[in-house]
């Protein structure tokens, strides 16, 4: 079974930084892109960021600048670099993989980590 765990969610004042972590497990195959996601309070889920297989990103224009995201093999992790937050940026975000694992092709959810924005 593929797990995703997110981390690092928190509360900062506005122009603070944070950094996301999710940790992946699980028998995973091939790994086709990983994912940060966000949703705020009344509004549809978005894609912030994504690595795709060859390791090259997309960054949601709204964040580009500020958001970095990253992927270390080694460490089965996925990150997202946050700097100078802003108020909107107050979320719950999830981590998110489109992999093959066990012969089919899945799309899988962590649980989310909740980021605060507030003087």
């Known amino acids: 079974q593929v797990q995703l765990v997110e981390s690092g969610g928190g509360m900062v004042q506005p122009g603070g930084s944070l950094e996301l972590s999710c940790a992946y497990s699980?028998?995973?195959?091939?790994?086709?892109?990983m994912n940060w996601y966000r949703q705020a309070p009344g509004k549809k889920r978005e894609l912030v960021a994504a690595?795709?297989?060859?390791?090259?990103?997309n960054i949601q224009n709204s964040v580009a600048g500020r958001f970095t995201i990253s992927k270390d093999d080694a460490e089965n992790t996925l990150y997202l670099r946050m700097i100078n937050l802003k108020p909107e940026d107050a979320a719950v975000y999830y981590c998110?993989?489109?992999?093959?694992?066990?012969?089919?092709?899945?799309?899988?959810w962590g649980q989310g980590t909740e980021v605060a924005v507030s003087s």
């Open positions: 690595i795709l297989k060859g390791g090259s990103t």
């Open positions: 699980g028998e995973i195959f091939r790994i086709y892109a």
């Open positions: 998110n993989a489109a992999i093959v694992s066990d012969g089919r092709f899945l799309e899988v």
